[in-house]
């Protein structure tokens, strides 16, 4: 195993890392585009000698300036890709390389969390919530506008809801609860629907984890137990880099 690692899960509105040494997490952070400096200290806290593995979707300028911000501290640089196979996951998206890196280095997490059948819930920017069997196959998934997104599309496309942030309630009585109780149940009627589809595969009640920013929220609006996993893209990061196996 490789002894000093930078993982960096590079998401559309924020960055998450952490510090890996051997197999002990010794630190952990969040970064946005607009300021790297957490990252860069964290790369420069672990010396020349360390590796970073990195999971984008930030896209071409943000990837840049992530790799101008790690320069410095003189790391060997891995850029992960999806791939066909890897880490006992097998892909069917088609192609296998058009599925988002995240989502997949999250199904590397789920599967070393549990060789049961799981549903794999991220909730982000967008929200993806994605089929894995008990032998390891990804069946594919389903992407939906996340909270912020919605809320946001309400705001801008009709007259009388304003950007207000509401509450989730069971029956909401003001515009700001009501799009904010909407957008969230939303976001659970989706897990909800997913969770019977592939319950009904056959293979027994899948385990269900959920991470990604709004975790929290959809959580309690689930009728089926859920695990809240807040680094589950990390996790993959580091079973990917620890493999050294990017097929």
Known sequence: MIASLLLIDAGN??????????????????????????????????????????ASVAGGTRDHAIEQSLSIAGLTLHWLVTGAHQCGVINH???????????????????????????????GTAMTVDALTSEGHFLGGIIVAGRGMMETSLSQGTA???????????????????????????????????????????EGEPRCFVTGGDAGLVLPLLSFPAEPVAELVLEGIHIAASAGDQE
């Not at 998206?93 to 799981?118: H, K, N």
């Not at 976001?187 to 592939?198: C, E, K, P, S």
């Open 13 to 54: 509105t924020r960055i998450k890392w952490a510090r890996v040494e051997g197999s002990r997490w010794v630190e952990r952070g969040i970064a946005f585009h607009d300021d790297l400096g957490s990252l860069a200290e964290a790369a420069g806290n672990l010396g020349n000698a360390g590796q970073c593995w990195i």
């Open 160 to 202: 009388l809801v304003g950007p207000a942030a509401g509450q989730v309630r069971p029956f909401p009585c003001n515009t700001a609860d009501a799009v904010r109780s909407g957008s969230v149940t939303a976001l659970a009627g989706a897990v909800t629907l997913m969770h019977a589809r592939l319950t009904a595969l056959g």
């Open 93 to 123: 998206y088609s192609p296998p390389q058009q599925l988002g890196v995240d989502r997949w280095m999250a199904l590397l997490g789920a599967r070393q969390r549990s060789r049961e059948t799981c549903l794999v819930v991220s909730a």
